[in-house]
């Protein structure tokens, strides 16, 4: 596999986390610089340690880990969608901390049901000629750089959706989780 293919594999990779990013963000109310790095710290980390994960296991046993994955990434994101879509509809009663803070559990969700994928992948290149520490350096680094861009980006889409914002970010998760559930059963 070209350093160019490793390239490409690693920015499609981060294209969910990316979405899910941009709708974890819009909770934020001032999502700056330290907290869009944060976030892309966790989930570049997850993406890239995944792959990891998936190669060692592909060398022991690939059937399993290609069987379930995407019915693990498929309920992880629904969950934490209809989570989102949940707390949309919860009176405001001022509180600002609801709508400013992130839990931590919730994010290293949310990057584990976008990473998945990525374990898959990792099992795949378990049988290629590949150097599997590159493909995951890669991995992480442009899910880390995916991430923060979307984080920060999501301030201004959350400003343009308003308090809907939320409920719209819990559809995005949900649509990925489905969108990997299908891409899955399609090529099966």
Not at 20 to 46: E, N, Q
């Amino acid at each position: 596999m070209t350093i160019t293919a490793l390239i490409l594999l690693a920015f499609a990779m981060s294209t969910d986390a990316f979405a899910a990013s941009l709708t974890r963000g819009t909770g934020l109310t001032a999502p700056r610089l330290p907290k869009a790095l944060k976030m892309g710290l966790i989930f570049g980390c997850i993406e890239g340690l995944t792959p990891l994960i998936g190669w060692g296991l592909g060398r022991a046993a690939s059937g399993f880990i290609q069987a379930w994955d995407h019915w693990v990434a498929f309920a992880l994101l629904v969950g934490i969608g209809l989570h989102s879509i949940v707390a949309s509809y919860a009176d405001d009663d001022g509180d600002e901390t609801q709508v400013t803070t992130q839990p931590l559990f919730a994010t290293v969700l949310v990057a584990i049901g976008t990473s998945l994928d990525a374990m898959a992948v990792g099992v795949s290149l378990a049988f290629l000629d590949v150097n599997i520490v590159l493909a995951a350096l890669l991995i992480g680094l442009a899910t880390f750089s995916m991430v923060t861009i979307g984080a920060l980006l999501s301030r201004t889409i959350g400003t343009l959706l308003g308090h809907r914002a939320e409920f719209i970010g819990g559809l995005v998760l949900i649509s990925v989780g489905c969108w990997i559930l299908y891409s899955h059963l399609q090529a099966g």
